[in-house]
Structures are given as C-alpha cells and as structure tokens.
C-alpha cells in the first residue's frame, strides 16, 4: 500500500520571514508532515530549520506555468542550496496542448535531483485536472521516475475527496509517495 502523509505548502504571495518562522517552528510536530517552500524562502527555510530533512522547495507553485529551461535551473538552486525534496507544480497547460511534455520534464527533473540524492515530487491540483486528464498524468509521474506526489484540490482550500485519492493510490505504483495538502 502506498505511504499517505500532510504536507504544508508556503509558497503564497503574503509569506513573510516572521510567517516562515512560525512555520518552521511547528513544522516537525509530526513524523509524517512535511514543509514546503517557495525558492525565494528556500536558503532561510534550509538554514533555520529543526529537522531539515522535512523541508522541501516547491518550484512553479500554483499553476505550473514556467519554461522547463527555468524549472531545471530553479532545481539545480534549491539542490546547490541543500534541499533534499524538489517538487514541481504540474504543468497543467502543458499537458491540455497534447504533448507529452510534461512526462519527459518530470524524467530530466528525475535524473537531476537524483544524482544530488534527494527526491522528486509532484504538486498536482485536482481542481485543474478532469479525471481521464488525471490518469494519464498520474501515469506519467509514475513512468518517469517521480518519488511522489502532492495531491490538493482547489490549492488546498478544500479536502480531496476520497474518491480521488483510491483513484490515485491505485494508479500509483506502491513505491510512491502521496501527500495530502490541504490549509
């Protein structure tokens, strides 16, 4: 069975260093729980965090709409600056023109953070993404060498519904991680 856990995304516009700070400091109450960071906050989140193992840079978050040159090099950053967690926003847009762009991001973006010996994730947003839309990216997540995913519907703001997630775990390969994000 696959290993669901929470995570905290601080990725939004009215992040500050004292809002940060709050974070980091509740943030290893649980064994399950991770934290994650835009890059802007990655440094501090990396320097002044208790468990730094917990703590992940999210790139592109909330709607994935960036250059793959500019999600490498935002990868390449966070691991130079000691991250252990990379995760990428899905590229909704990407996958709506019908490329397969995406599944051959998430390969280079596999073989990158790899080599540095930390893992990949991937935040995907239900609330963009149509159920059969949603096969075939949890397919391509799977297939390219992605450690796990963030699920969220409408950012966080509402629960995923279970539905969602049993779809998701059974498409899945059982190495994968899910976390549940929700605020």
């Known amino acids: 069975m696959l290993n669901v856990r929470y995570s905290n995304i601080v990725a939004t516009a009215e992040i500050d260093a004292q809002k940060l700070e709050n974070q980091l400091q509740k943030q290893p109450s649980s064994k399950t729980e991770m934290l994650f960071v835009a890059p802007f906050w990655a440094k501090k989140a990396l320097r002044d ?3 730094k193992e917990k703590v992940g840079v999210i790139l592109d978050f909330p709607y994935g709409n960036s250059r793959s040159e500019s999600i490498l090099t935002g990868a390449q950053i966070a691991l130079k600056e000691g991250a ?3 995760a990428i926003t899905y590229p909704y847009g990407a996958h709506a023109s019908g490329m397969n762009w995406p599944k051959i991001l998430f390969a280079q973006l ?5 080599s540095n010996e930390s893992l990949l994730w991937v935040y995907l947003d239900t609330a963009h993404l149509p159920e059969p839309l949603l096969a075939q990216a949890l397919n391509w997540i799977k297939n390219a060498g992605v450690d796990g995913i963030i699920l969220s519907q409408d950012q966080g703001n509402h629960p995923v519904n279970q539905q969602t997630i049993d ?3 059974q498409t899945l390969a059982p190495q994968l991680w899910v976390h549940l994000f929700q605020k």
């Open 167 to 169: 779809f998701t775990l």
């Open 84 to 86: 252990k967690h990379v």
């Open 49 to 51: 965090a208790v468990d």
């Open 110 to 114: 596999s073989k990158l953070v790899h």
